[in-house]
């Protein structure tokens, strides 16, 4: 399998159409060749494309900053010696003179595959300056480490945000060049856009299921540490709403689950009884974990470690976010006072609970909180919205 970008740097023709252009880069840590060479190094170091600038997302391009809402600078790269943009710093979108440094934009992200990502959001605020200023875009595509399964709830109008770039279910199911075709025109975008797709991907293939299994896996943010993360992922980003830690604080972030206060074997017992259903395709683990930072930081929490990997992993069976979604009703239903819900303002959205920030709408913790609700109410409301999007995203599918 060859990325966008390898396919990039080893095609003049490829590149042919950048030759008297200047060429701006969005790219973070894990953006690198499959020699581990950082696309900017590897850019610049070509005769025929000439790099003036770059961007970086979320967590930086260098990828420092550790939590959430941790907002990084610009700067002046000292190899290269061209402006850093920071795209999660004093803005969210480039302003009017970073749009000025350049006529082509490569971005060469590395997606988790779900709608909070705000890699993704990232893309669109810059797909929709491009066609403001009159700039052209184009993505080096990735794999979507999730794959292609969809699932999850569409987010609802009126819940846009950063963490939420448009009506979408949480696990999407596409790499970052199908969401671009898919973002233009769902929101009319008039702006010149390409591809530089993969050689070879199969994102429905075993045993990677679109990852390839001889390719390093780099954090594209600092606490997605390896593919298990990232296939959890969109159901452990629900954690970020709740007083359970995520396992920030620990070496395998967004994997576990836990709390000072709960009897994790309980949770798993419950979980097992009341949707067996949605516990396929992995396997859970009671596990004791003690952050170092973050959410109940030095204090001893009984747990649970997903495993969407081994022999027990099936990825079309697998539903992490029926799975988390699973686990928070196994709490309220033993313990029905549980503080579960984390009120601050998320991504700065003011005046809304973080969980139904991050779920683009109530219905989640609505039915979570609701002690009649049942597995078959929540697949029935949810199953609408999934076989909504699998056809909508049909058109937009490069692979």
């Given amino acids: 399998m060859k990325f966008g970008i390898d396919r990039l740097l080893a095609k003049p023709e490829l590149r042919a159409p ?26 610049a170091a070509l005769i025929d494309v000439n790099v003036t600038a770059a961007f970086g997302p979320q967590h930086g391009l260098r990828g420092d900053k550790q939590d959430n809402m941790m907002e990084s600078p610009d700067f002046m790269d000292p190899a290269h010696n061209i402006p850093v943009f920071s795209l999660y710093g004093e803005v969210r979108r480039p302003t009017a003179e970073s749009m000025e440094t350049f006529d082509v934009l490569l971005i060469d992200l590395q997606d988790l595959g779900c709608r909070i990502y705000t890699f993704i959001t990232t893309l669109l605020y810059m797909l929709e ?31 846009e945000s950063f963490v939420g770039a448009g009506p979408m279910p949480m696990r999407h199911g596409m790499t970052l060049g199908e969401l671009g075709h898919w973002f233009i025109d769902h929101y009319h975008i008039d702006v ?10 199969a994102p429905d293939a075993a045993p990677g299921f679109g990852w390839p299994i001889d390719r390093l896996w780099i954090n594209p943010s600092p606490n997605a540490p390896n593919i298990n993360m990232a296939r959890a992922y969109a159901g452990t980003v629900l954690l970020e709403g709740t007083t359970l830690s995520e396992g920030r604080g620990t070496t395998r972030p967004l994997e576990i689950f836990g709390a000072p206060d709960i009897d994790a074997r309980k949770v798993i017992a419950e979980m097992r009884s009341f949707a067996p259903q949605w516990l396929k395709g992995c396997s859970l683990r009671e596990i004791w974990f003690e952050p170092t930072f973050h959410k109940h930081l030095h204090q001893l929490c009984h747990g649970v470690h997903i495993h969407a990997e081994g022999a027990s992993y099936d990825h079309q069976a697998f539903q992490p976010w029926r799975l988390q979604t699973l686990a928070f009703k196994a709490i309220r239903r033993l313990y029905p006072d549980y503080d579960l819900w ?36 929540f697949d029935a409301m949810t199953s609408i919205d999934e076989q909504s999007w699998i056809e909508k995203r049909r058109q937009y599918l490069l692979y």
């Fill in 18 to 43: 950048l030759k008297g252009r200047r060429v701006a880069l969005l790219a973070h840590p894990a953006s690198v060749t499959a020699d581990l060479t950082h696309s900017l190094d590897a850019l």
């Fill in 129 to 159: 300056a491009a066609a403001e200023h009159g700039k052209t875009v184009w993505v080096l595509d990735r794999p979507n480490p999730a794959g292609c399964p969809v699932e999850g709830l569409t987010l609802r109008s009126g819940w």
């Fill in 192 to 201: 010149d856009y390409r591809v530089i797709p993969m050689e070879e991907y």
């Fill in 342 to 377: 984390r009120d601050f303002p998320y991504e700065y959205e003011i005046g809304k609970l973080a969980i139904d920030v991050i779920n683009g709408g109530p219905a989640l913790r609505e039915w979570v909180d609701s002690p009649d609700s049942t597995p078959d109410e």
